[in-house]
């Protein structure tokens, strides 16, 4: 369980009892707190990462909820996630680079990708305009990629590659005051302020 906390308030990442399912959609896990009752885990946002504490100009390793991810940064400053394993041959992409262009490339066969888990650039079709076509647009080509967002300082991922959680991400995003307090959650002045630094702690869980 990853704890990242600023003095005086906590938000700990929890872990799943059910990994995420084949298609990338959201799947329902049993409650840890509650036997029967169960918890859309794969349908909220989660930090991940403290944004001072990343590289930009390096992909970075992270866990959530089972799921392996390699965060990155493109040239536009933007930040993005996709499953940490290379769909050729299962490398970890983490361990890749950062291209001049943007995209992350992995560093066993060089094979290249975009923030939405594309596949833009296959190096052993270099010279065949249309090899390289086909074979990149081909689904099996293609990594999951999950939306994130830039809120308080923290790299927030929804654990969920559908098209349906990208629509979702993009018309609901993750408000400004996510850690407001709950108990009074239509008071106006119920909002967070940041007062210090955030620090990451990893630790381990059985």
């Given at each position: 369980m990853a704890s990242i906390t600023p003095a005086g308030v906590h938000g700990d990442v929890a872990s799943s009892p059910a990994p995420p399912s084949a298609t990338g959609g959201p799947q329902a896990a049993a409650s840890p707190q509650r036997s029967g009752e169960t918890f859309p885990w794969f349908e909220h946002w989660?930090?991940?990462a403290v944004l001072p504490d990343l590289d930009p100009r390096k992909p970075?390793?992270?866990h959530l909820l089972g799921i392996p991810l390699?965060?990155?940064r493109d040239k536009s400053g933007t930040?993005?996630?996709?499953?940490d394993k290379c769909p050729h041959?299962?490398?970890?992409l983490s361990e890749g680079r950062v291209e001049s262009d943007g995209t992350l490339q992995c560093?066993?066969?060089?094979?290249?990708?975009d923030g939405r888990g594309a596949c833009t650039h296959i190096p052993q079709l270099r010279g065949d305009d249309k090899a390289q076509q086909v074979a990149c647009a081909s689904r099996r080509a293609c990594v999951r990629a999950f939306p994130v967002q830039e809120v308080h300082g923290l790299l927030w991922v929804l654990p969920d590659s559908s098209e349906a959680a990208w629509s979702k991400a993009a018309e609901k995003p993750l408000p400004a005051n996510a850690f407001r307090d709950l108990t009074t959650p239509d008071d106006p002045?119920?909002?967070f302020v940041q007062f210090g630094n955030w620090f990451a702690r990893d630790l381990p869980i059985r």
């Amino acid at each position: 369980m990853a704890s990242i906390t600023p003095a005086g308030v906590h938000g700990d990442v929890a872990s799943s009892p059910a990994p995420p399912s084949a298609t990338g959609g959201p799947q329902a896990a049993a409650s840890p707190q509650r036997s029967g009752e169960t918890f859309p885990w794969f349908e909220h946002w989660y930090p991940v990462a403290v944004l001072p504490d990343l590289d930009p100009r390096k992909p970075h390793a992270a866990h959530l909820l089972g799921i392996p991810l390699a965060l990155w940064r493109d040239k536009s400053g933007t930040w993005h996630a996709v499953e940490d394993k290379c769909p050729h041959r299962l490398a970890p992409l983490s361990e890749g680079r950062v291209e001049s262009d943007g995209t992350l490339q992995c560093a066993y066969h060089g094979w290249q990708f975009d923030g939405r888990g594309a596949c833009t650039h296959i190096p052993q079709l270099r010279g065949d305009d249309k090899a390289q076509q086909v074979a990149c647009a081909s689904r099996r080509a293609c990594v999951r990629a999950f939306p994130v967002q830039e809120v308080h300082g923290l790299l927030w991922v929804l654990p969920d590659s559908s098209e349906a959680a990208w629509s979702k991400a993009a018309e609901k995003p993750l408000p400004a005051n996510a850690f407001r307090d709950l108990t009074t959650p239509d008071d106006p002045s119920n909002s967070f302020v940041q007062f210090g630094n955030w620090f990451a702690r990893d630790l381990p869980i059985r």
